[in-house]
Nanobody, 115 residues
Framework: QVQLVESGGGLVQAGGSLRLSCAAS????????MGWYRQAPGKQRELVAV???????NWGDFAKGRFTVSRDKDDRGVFLEMKDLRPDDTAVYYC?????????WGQGTQVTVSS
């Protein structure tokens, strides 16, 4: 089992920046990929950025050029730096980890961007 706990969400004005953190614990040795998804009210959960084993990153189109994802070498954490935030970035952001047999999710952290 892997446990994921997010932190760093909050309220920010449009154009501002925010950094999300996710702490992983438990069977972290089984983790293959780590990253972030988000879900806005009334919408499906969507990919923000996932760091894939081997060094590549899968991106949601909206995140390219504005967001940066980084991952601890020992998979104890994954981070999301967001800049130039827009009101449509408002969502619950979920930490994600893919292990060999299943995926894990954090409880989510709310990000609200005011105009």
């Amino acid at each position: 089992q892997v446990q994921l706990v997010e932190s760093g969400g909050g309220l920010v004005q449009a154009g501002g920046s925010l950094r999300l953190s996710c702490a992983a614990s438990g069977d972290i040795i089984t983790i293959i990929n780590m990253g972030w998804y988000r879900q806005a009210p009334g919408k499906q959960r969507e990919l923000v950025a996932v760091s894939v084993s081997g060094g590549t990153t899968n991106w949601g189109d909206f995140a390219k050029g504005r967001f940066t994802v980084s991952r601890d070498k020992d998979d104890r954490g994954v981070f999301l730096e967001m800049k130039d935030l827009r009101p449509d970035d408002t969502a619950v952001y979920y930490c994600y980890a893919r292990a060999r047999l299943r995926a894990y999710w954090g409880q989510g952290t709310q990000v609200t961007v005011s105009s």
